[in-house]
C-alpha cells in the first residue's frame, strides 16, 4: 500500500481534541495535521474517516512477549504474543520483559522475540533483567545491555514487596537504578527501572527508601501493579503525587478482583479522585504473563493468561463507565506511558511523530484500522498481518 496517506474528515485526539482535521502521513511519520487537506490520487491514498476518531497507538509498557509464567509448573508456562494480537487491539508499541522465570525464559530468547515482532512491524522493546537481584543481562552489565543493545531500554520487570522476589536491598536498588540511570544518559534511552509490586505488607516503600536516603530521582523508578488493592492504591496515589509515574494493569480475572484488586479503569477513578495528578498515571496489560491467584499461604490457587486487548478494552470502561472524560483516559494508555520510558514520537498525534494510528467508530467504540509506522495493519476491520509460518 502507498506510503503516502491522507486520512481526512477525523475527529483527531492527539491525544489533546484537536477537532476535525485531516492528517497527511509519509513514510513512517505524521508530515502535516491540518484541515482541507487534498493529496493526488497519483501521489498517494486518502482516506476518508468519516468523523471516526483517530487516535495514537497504544503504548503497552508491560508484555511478556515471549510468554511467562510458570508458577503452577512447567505445564503452566504461558505463550508467546501473536502479533495479530496486538495491532488488532490497537497496540502499535509494546515493551517487552521477562518475570518470575528467568532461566527457562531467557532475555537471548526475549530479545528474539523482540526483534521479530519489530521486522513484523511492531514497534518493540525489551528491558533487561527481571524479578531477581542480582540483575540478569545480555551483556555482563546493565550499564552495557542499555547502551549497546538497541531495543533495550531499560531494567525490568524487578519484584519488590512480593514473595517470589529476591527482597532487594536498598544499596542494591540503589546501584540498580544508577546503573540504569547512567547508561540512559549516555545512550539516549529512558534507563527507567520498571518494577513488579506484589502484595506484600511493603508496598512501594523500597522505592521511596531509595529515593529519600540517595540521589535518585523518584522518576527513576516506574512501578505496576499498583491497582493490586486498596493500601497499595493509596500508597501509590502517594507516589504520583511526589513525581513518580504509577502503572494499572489492566488484565484480571474474576477471581483477583474478588481478592480485593481493583479493575484497572476503577483504579483510575479512584487515584483522581485521590489527588494524582493524570499524567502521571498509565495503563500496561502485563500481556502473556500468568495472572497468579494465590491463597493467604501462598498457596497457587488458580492461573490465566493476560490479555492485551486487555489494554483498550480498559480505557473503553474509563470514558464509559468510570466517567472519565475521553482525552484523560486516552493519555494513560498512549503519551503518558511514552513520557514514563522515554520514548519520543510514540503516543502522540503531531508533525513529526510517528505514523502509529487508530481509527475508532466512535458509535460502537470499537477499533476499525490501525496503522503501525506508516503502514496499515488493519484497515476496515480486516488484518492484512500474517504469519510467517502460517
Not at 487534498?38 to 511478556?64: F, K, M, Q, R, Y
Not at 515482532?117 to 552495557?144: E, I
Request: some cysteine.
Amino acid at each position: 500500500m502507498s506510503f503516502i496517506t491522507l486520512i481526512k474528515n477525523a475527529q483527531v485526539y492527539a491525544p489533546r481534541a484537536l477537532g476535525l482535521c485531516d492528517v497527511l502521513v509519509a513514510g513512517n511519520r505524521i508530515a502535516k495535521i491540518d484541515q482541507s487537506l487534498e493529496l493526488s490520487a497519483s501521489i498517494g491514498a486518502t482516506v476518508d474517516a468519516d468523523g471516526a476518531w483517530l487516535i495514537p497507538g497504544l503504548v503497552d509498557s508491560l508484555v511478556h512477549i515471549n510468554g511467562g509464567g510458570g508458577e503452577g509448573g512447567f505445564a503452566s508456562r504461558t505463550p508467546e504474543l501473536q502479533i495479530r494480537d496486538a495491532l488488532g487491539s490497537g497496540v502499535t508499541t509494546v515493551v517487552g520483559a521477562l518475570g518470575t522465570d528467568a532461566v527457562t525464559r531467557t532475555l537471548h530468547d526475549l530479545y528474539g522475540k523482540a526483534r521479530a515482532l519489530d521486522a513484523q512491524g511492531l514497534t518493540c522493546f525489551m528491558q533487561t533483567g527481571s524479578y531477581q537481584v542480582p540483575v540478569n543481562t545480555l551483556t555482563g552489565s546493565v550499564r552495557s545491555d542499555i547502551m549497546l543493545v538497541d531495543p533495550v531500554i531499560g531494567v525490568g520487570e524487578l519484584a519488590i514487596s512480593d514473595h517470589r522476589s529476591s527482597h532487594p536491598t536498598r544499596d542494591e536498588l540503589v546501584r540498580i537504578a544508577a546503573d540504569a540511570r547512567v547508561a540512559g544518559l549516555l545512550s539516549g534511552k529512558g534507563g527507567v527501572v520498571s518494577v513488579h509490586v506484589g502484595g506484600g505488607s511493603g508496598l512501594l516503600h523500597p522505592l521511596f527508601d531509595v529515593v529519600e536516603h540517595s540521589d535518585i530521582p523518584i522518576t527513576q523508578f516506574y512501578p505496576t501493579h499498583i491497582n493490586r488493592n486498596g493500601d497499595l492504591l493509596a500508597n501509590g496515589v502517594a507516589f504520583a503525587r511526589a513525581g513518580g509515574f504509577i502503572d494499572f494493569t489492566t488484565s484480571t480475572t474474576p477471581e483477583i478482583l474478588a481478592s480485593g484488586e481493583f479493575r484497572a479503569s476503577q483504579a483510575l477513578r479512584l487515584a483522581l479522585e485521590q489527588g494524582a495528578p493524570v499524567d502521571k498515571l498509565t495503563f500496561s496489560s502485563d500481556a502473556q504473563g500468568s495472572l497468579t491467584n494465590f491463597c493467604d499461604q501462598g498457596g497457587l490457587k488458580n492461573i490465566e493468561v493476560g490479555d492485551i486487548g486487555s489494554l483498550f478494552d480498559e480505557f473503553r470502561l474509563a470514558v464509559q463507565e468510570e466517567g472519565i472524560e475521553f482525552s484523560r483516559a486516552l493519555q494513560v494508555v498512549t503519551s503518558n506511558p511514552a513520557r514514563a520510558l522515554a520514548l519520543p514520537g510514540k503516543g502522540v498525534i503531531r508533525e513529526g511523530a510517528d505514523a502509529d494510528l487508530v481509527l475508532v467508530d466512535p458509535d460502537r467504540f470499537a477499533i476499525t484500522h490501525v496503522m503501525s509506522r506508516g503502514a496499515w495493519k488493519v484497515f476496515d476491520r480486516q488484518s492484512s498481518v500474517t504469519d510467517v509460518f502460517a
